[in-house]
Nanobody, 124 residues
Framework: VQLQASGGGLVQAGGSLRLSCVAS????????MGWFRQTPGKEREFVAA???????YYSDSVKGRFTISRDNSVNTVDLRMNSLKPEDTAVYYC???????????????????WGQGTLVTVSS
């Protein structure tokens, strides 16, 4: 599976952005899809994930502001980000996992495939 993320950019605090991740392959609908983010000097952290049955999971820091969704017909997973804060500034990565037990949904080590990252900068 190859993942291509896009949609990052510069936005003012309180604004919105939508990130998209397109996946290659014919079995996209069977993958758990996730978004992670990383800032310099910090470990990559979980942001959101969506399972095959469309159950969604969010980190506490983005819950209520971000929405993850998937469109299996076009192999795409989106991350809609609203009410952005300067602390949301990071490189955002999409990731895919073929199989994932529920308790591992938030663990980056559980994802086998990663996109190249897209930079989101939120100015104050």
């Amino acid at each position: 599976v190859q993942l291509q993320a896009s949609g990052g950019g510069l936005v003012q605090a309180g604004g919105s952005l939508r990130l998209s991740c397109v996946a290659s392959g014919r079995t996209f609908n069977s993958y758990v899809m996730g978004w992670f983010r990383q800032t310099p000097g910090k470990e990559r952290e979980f942001v959101a994930a969506i399972r095959r049955n469309r159950d969604t999971y969010y980190s506490d820091s983005v819950k209520g502001r971000f929405t993850i969704s998937r469109d299996n017909s076009v192999n795409t997973v989106d991350l809609r980000m609203n009410s952005l804060k300067p602390e949301d500034t990071a490189v955002y990565y999409c990731a895919a996992a073929r199989s994932l037990i529920l308790s591992s949904t938030r663990s980056q080590a559980s994802y086998e495939y990663w996109g190249q990252g897209t930079l989101v900068t939120v100015s104050s």
